[in-house]
Antibody, heavy 118, light 108 residues
Framework: EVQLVESGGGLVQPGGSLRLSCAAS????????MNWVRQAPGKGLEWVSY????????YYADSVKGRFTSSRDNAKNSLYLQMNSLRPEETAVYYC???????????WGQGTLVTVSS | SYVLTQPPSVSVAPGKTARITCGGD??????VHWYQQKPGQAPVLVIY???DRPSGIPERFSGSNSGNTATLTISRVEAGDEADYYC???????????FGGGTKLTVL
């Protein structure tokens, strides 16, 4: 069974940093492309970042480019999102999602809540 | 950047058919995916590649895509279908993944 478990969320001050992790199991992690998607309270889904299976190709939403860094460790079956210079409007649940062959999001984790507030 | 437009809300009586649209410039040339999200839960893929269903998704869920509009159709709607629904595509110019704003389906 595919499992994705996010961790690392919490309360951080504006301008601060946080590192999220996503632990994958139940599939060959190194064979799949992965994404981060976030959802602000009461709002819709927003794609944040994509990383290829090898980690050599990464894309970011314009809203986070230059501040967020996505990475992965295939030996540890883990995906990471380093978030710097966080803003209050980035308070959201952050999900990791496994990508399918049609650029769809086949499987999602349960998410981790990031709160940016003083 | 590519924009997807969904109606904020759709209402339907139980047993009837619900149709949720997703508009985008020449969206018919893209593969459209649909997600269902219930309160407090992660999204679930219900339709991919315009009209294919992942295993475990009821046949009542179907999709179509042509021109500037993609449509998610839910037949014989049940109370348990009440949720937010999101469409999503891949933008081949920016390589970004794009979501629609979401549609809240209310079962009357």
């Amino acid at each position: 069974e595919v499992q994705l478990v996010e961790s690392g969320g919490g309360l951080v001050q504006p301008g601060g940093s946080l590192r999220l992790s996503c632990a994958a199991s139940g599939f060959t992690f190194s064979s799949f492309e992965m994404n981060w998607v976030r959802q602000a309270p009461g709002k819709g889904l927003e794609w944040v970042s994509y990383i290829s299976n090898s980690g050599s190709t990464i894309y970011y939403a314009d809203s986070v480019k230059g501040r967020f860094t996505s990475s992965r460790d295939n030996a540890k079956n883990s995906l990471y999102l380093q978030m710097n210079s966080l803003r209050p409007e980035e308070t959201a649940v952050y999900y990791c999602a496994r990508e399918g062959g049609w650029r769809d999001f086949q499987h999602w984790g349960q998410g981790t809540l990031v709160t940016v507030s003083s | 950047s590519y924009v997807l437009t969904q109606p904020p809300s759709v209402s339907v009586a139980p047993g009837k058919t619900a149709r949720i649209t997703c508009g985008g410039d020449n969206i018919g040339s893209k593969s459209v995916h649909w997600y269902q999200q219930k309160p407090g839960q992660a999204p679930v893929l219900v339709i991919y590649y315009d009209g294919d269903r992942p295993s475990g998704i009821p046949e009542r869920f179907s999709g179509s895509n042509s021109g500037n509009t993609a449509t998610l159709t839910i037949s014989r709607v049940e109370a348990g279908d009440e949720a937010d629904y999101y469409c999503q595509v891949w933008d081949s110019i920016t390589y970004h993944r794009v979501f629609g704003g979401g549609t809240k389906l209310t079962v009357l």
